[in-house]
């Protein structure tokens, strides 16, 4: 054997470790997590010092992901776990939606987890949020949008979450509020003044729908919120060794 054969032999046996050692399919490559999303009303509205658009539009919603439904026999399979709903027994804030509930200052809309692989934001899909029971609207508070989660150095999450406070028809614009009884002009009694003059009009009656754009750096594991003057996130991310996760 020459001697650059000799020298290029260690290099292409290294070559030949370093193939068979990387993985054998894009599952094996792959950070899981697990997702979880309470979505809360928060009663009553404050909306002192914030104006909100009448109609603030609606999430991109075409082309998201839909969740599949809790299929505890897959969850442990890379290649079809993958946007399954985790079983309600494997939420990790139970607790935490009991104490809302308990809340009379918040009201939860939508207590939801799941199971998705994370990686590259310019390939993540976003996930479909929707609290309306198959898609329509019954007249009670609802919360429609998208959620995303993206690793690079840090996990992302982007939040489009639109929420309507007597339901989210969105076959049309948002419905109007009805503008505040007007009562007829009374006199103020103004001492020292024979000039009446009249009550202020009522203040006009704030939106009924709400949208919430956030992004943020999260850390896996840790409870996060998302605040808003008329409705609340909390977001936990888990990572998930697959093969060995018990949902």
């Known amino acids: ?6 020298r290029l032999l260690p290099l292409l046996l290294l070559a030949w470790f370093a193939l068979g050692a990387a993985p054998t399919s894009a599952a094996d490559a792959t950070h899981w997590y697990d997702v979880e999303v309470i979505i809360f ?12 658009p009448a ?10 992901r839909r969740l599949l439904r809790a299929a505890p026999a897959l969850m442990n399979d890379p290649n079809k776990a993958a946007f399954h709903r985790l079983p309600a027994d494997a939420y990790r804030l139970n607790g935490r939606a009991a104490s809302l509930a308990r809340s009379k200052r918040f009201h939860p809309i939508l ?20 609290s309306r029971r198959n898609g329509a609207d ?3 508070p609802a919360v ?14 982007d939040a489009d979450l639109l929420f ?13 509020a009805p503008p505040a009884a007007t009562p007829a002009a009374t006199p103020l ?24 754009r956030q992004s943020r750096r999260l850390r896996s594991g840790e409870l996060n919120y998302f605040d808003h003057p008329a409705f609340g996130m909390l977001v936990q991310i888990t990572p998930v060794a697959m093969g060995d996760a018990k949902p």
């Open 55 to 64: 109609d603030p539009g609606v999430p991109a919603l075409e082309g998201a």
């Open 144 to 157: 429609v949008g998208t959620i995303k989660v993206s690793l690079q150095r840090y996990l992302h999450l």
């Open 111 to 130: 207590h939801l987890a799941w199971r998705q692989p994370v990686g590259d934001p310019k390939q993540a899909p976003a996930v479909l949020i929707d």
């Open 164 to 176: 309507g406070s007597d339901g989210l028809d969105l076959s049309g614009p948002p419905p109007v």
């Open 1 to 6: 054997m020459t001697r650059p054969m000799q």
């Open 138 to 140: 019954d007249g009670r």
């Open 41 to 52: 009303q928060q009663q009553p509205l404050d909306t002192a010092g914030e104006i909100f």
């Open 189 to 212: 009694a103004v001492p020292g003044n024979d000039d009446a003059g009249t009550a202020p009009a009522p203040a006009a009656e704030p939106p009924t729908r709400f949208r919430m």
